[in-house]
Nanobody
Framework: QVQLVESGGGLVQPGGSLRLSCSAS????????MAWYRQAPGKQREWIAG???????NYVDSVKGRFTISRDNAKNTVYLQMNSLKPEDTAVYYC????????WGQGTQVTVSS
């Protein structure tokens, strides 16, 4: 059974940093591309960052230069390092593998506020 468990969210001031983690089980993690998404109140879930099985990364323009996605295949974990956070980054953050689009974790709340 595929399980994705996100963690690391919290309340942070503008300009601060957080590192999110997503632990995956039930899949051959190293073979799958992974991605981070977020959903702000009243908005649709949006893709923000992806990493291929080979480590190639891509980002939505709004987070480029501030967020970094990475993976540790030995730990079956994908990370999202978020720096220079802005209030508009406030959202529930989810990880997913695009290869299995129906599987989602519970998400982790990130709130950026002074």
């Amino acid at each position: 059974q595929v399980q994705l468990v996100e963690s690391g969210g919290g309340l942070v001031q503008p300009g601060g940093s957080l590192r999110l983690s997503c632990s995956a089980s039930g899949i051959m993690f190293s073979r799958y591309p992974m991605a981070w998404y977020r959903q702000a109140p009243g908005k649709q879930r949006e893709w923000i960052a992806g990493i291929t099985s080979g480590g190639t990364t891509n980002y939505v323009d709004s987070v480029k230069g501030r967020f970094t996605i990475s993976r540790d295949n030995a730990k079956n974990t994908v990370y999202l390092q978020m720096n220079s956070l802005k209030p508009e980054d406030t959202a529930v953050y989810y990880c997913n593998t695009p290869s299995l689009p129906n599987y989602w974790g519970q998400g982790t709340q990130v709130t950026v506020s002074s």
